[in-house]
């Protein structure tokens, strides 16, 4: 069965600094990829997904991912924070053509000024 | 447009009742689901249909039953609540091809308190 670790339960970040988000899976294939974002008391909307192609994906809200395969590892990165990124990231797997995600237990981002 | 839709955003309720939390798309996708959220965020899935019929069915008590009236509706009804089925509660749906992966869309999520 897939995994789905995301190691940093709480990241802070100044405002316009760089962020990085760690998301690493294990699963016998590469799976379909994908990273969502949860603002309080809201649902989840996804940032980006990775089926195949390009490592370096790109997403809305300025955000990108890189899928590295020897590392298992599809990181989630925004060059410049902005304070309305806080909010609850989430890393996810899904097999290849079935639609059951498995999620990460979630990073969650404060931004401080 | 809401995309999904979920009734009610917060229920509070007494230990061994029964509730519904209801759950629409109006997107026409073929495919949904719902997923659990615990006191620690974490997102677990608890079943899925498709067409309305049930496709997935992870290990979730008896008490939880889904029932999908048509494509565009999947609700979920709990019997005997219990203090730990107090989470977040989210509906999503996605139009399912084969060899394709298509974007889960989700609801808002419905805050179940169980007393």
């Known amino acids: 069965a897939q995994s789905v670790t995301q190691p940093d339960i709480h990241i802070t970040v100044s405002e316009g600094a760089s962020l990085e988000l760690r998301c690493n899976y294990s699963?016998?294939?590469?799976?379909?990829l994908f990273w969502y974002v949860q603002s309080p008391g809201q649902g989840l909307q996804l940032l980006l997904k990775y089926f195949s192609g390009d490592t370096l994906v790109q997403g809305i809200k300025g955000f990108e991912a890189e899928f590295k395969r020897s590392q298992s590892s599809f990181n989630l990165r925004k060059p410049s924070v902005h304070w309305s990124d806080a909010a609850e990231y989430f890393c996810?797997?899904?097999?290849?053509?079935?639609?059951?995600?498995?999620f990460g237990k979630g990073t969650m981002l404060l931004v401080s000024p | 447009d809401t995309a999904v839709s979920q009734t009610p955003k917060y229920l509070v309720t007494q230990m061994g009742n029964d509730k519904s939390i209801k759950c629409e798309q109006n997107l026409g996708h073929d495919t949904m689901y719902w997923y659990k959220q615990d006191s620690k965020k974490f997102l677990k899935i608890m079943f899925s249909y498709n067409n309305k019929e049930l496709i997935i069915n992870e290990t979730v008590p008896n008490r939880f039953s889904p029932k999908s009236p048509d494509k565009a509706h999947l609700n979920l009804h709990i019997n005997s609540l219990e203090l730990g089925d107090s989470a977040v509660y989210f509906c999503?749906?996605?139009?399912?091809?084969?060899?394709?992966?298509?974007?889960?869309?989700f609801g808002p999520g419905t805050r179940l308190t169980v007393l």
């Open positions: 999503a749906s996605s139009q399912v091809r084969e060899r394709s992966y298509n974007e889960q869309f």
């Open positions: 699963y016998g294939a590469t799976p379909y």
């Open positions: 996810a797997v899904a097999p290849s053509g079935y639609s059951t995600l498995t």
